[in-house]
T-cell receptor, first 115, second 111 residues
Framework: EAQVTQNPRYLITVTGKKLTVTCSQN?????MSWYRQDPGLGLRQIYY???????DKGDVPEGYKVSRKEKRNFPLILESPSPNQTSLYFC??????????????FGPGTRLTVL | GEDVEQSLFLSVREGDSSVINCTYT??????LYWYKQEPGAGLQLLTY?????DMKQDQRLTVLLNKKDKHLSLRIADTQTGDSAIYFC???????????FGTGTRLKVLA
């Protein structure tokens, strides 16, 4: 089954304790992206990756890191989480042609609480 | 910077039509999308429209694009309780890798 998986689905942590949220897709997609969803703010793009070893900042990259060492995986790293990073996080992937609509497929989300 | 705006809530009666509106600021937007998010789930693409189109119809869904006013709408005909969800408008410029999403409109369908 074609899918995007995220782990963990729920996480409660404390300020300053490094954490990683994993994202994996089985569709051989070039493009992968991380978003955060906050009430009243919609989805905001954190980072995206156009292919292996190619990443770039979205609109809200501060406090986050990413890496793309393999095509299927795109982990989101919070080196020193703070309470303002409490949010619902989504990973997404798509083929990338650049000239087509390129449907994004979203993972189920990770609800992160930073105390 | 680019911005996409939507009203936050919409309530309709079952069987009526729903119209969800979206405005965007980036005149270079080439692809405009509508996504649906059901409770506790990720987003699912409903439909999209290219900026060189005025309308697109897909079963109960009709997308209208007014490029002059930078206004996009999604009409759901014969709205059902299963249509209750959050609907997001999103845009992407041609050749860019960044997506801009709106705040989402929560649609509530009353039986």
């Amino acid at each position: 089954e074609a899918q995007v998986t995220q782990n963990p689905r729920y996480l409660i942590t404390v300020t300053g304790k490094k954490l990683t949220v994993t994202c994996s897709q089985n569709m051989n997609h070039e493009y992968m992206s991380w978003y955060r969803q906050d009430p009243g703010l919609g989805l905001r793009q954190i980072y995206y990756s156009m292919n292996v070893e190619v990443t770039d900042k979205g609109d809200v990259p501060e406090g986050y890191k990413v890496s793309r060492k393999e095509k299927r995986n795109f982990p989101l790293i919070l080196e020193s989480p703070s309470p303002n990073q409490t949010s619902l996080y989504f990973c997404a992937s798509s083929l990338w042609s650049g000239s087509k609509a390129d449907t994004q497929y979203f993972g189920p989300g990770t609800r992160l609480t930073v105390l | 910077g680019e911005d996409v705006e939507q009203s936050l809530f919409l309530s309709v009666r079952e069987g009526d039509s729903s119209v969800i509106n979206c405005t965007y600021t980036d005149s270079s937007s080439t692809y405009l999308y509508w996504y649906k998010q059901e409770p506790g789930a990720g987003l699912q693409l409903l439909t999209y429209i290219f900026s060189n189109m005025d309308m697109k119809q897909d079963q109960r869904l009709t997308v209208l694009l007014n490029k002059k006013d930078k206004h996009l709408s999604l009409r759901i005909a014969d709205t059902q309780t299963g249509d209750s969800a959050i609907y997001f408008c999103a845009e992407r410029g041609s050749g860019t890798y960044k997506y801009i999403f709106g705040t989402g409109t929560r649609l509530k369908v009353l039986a």
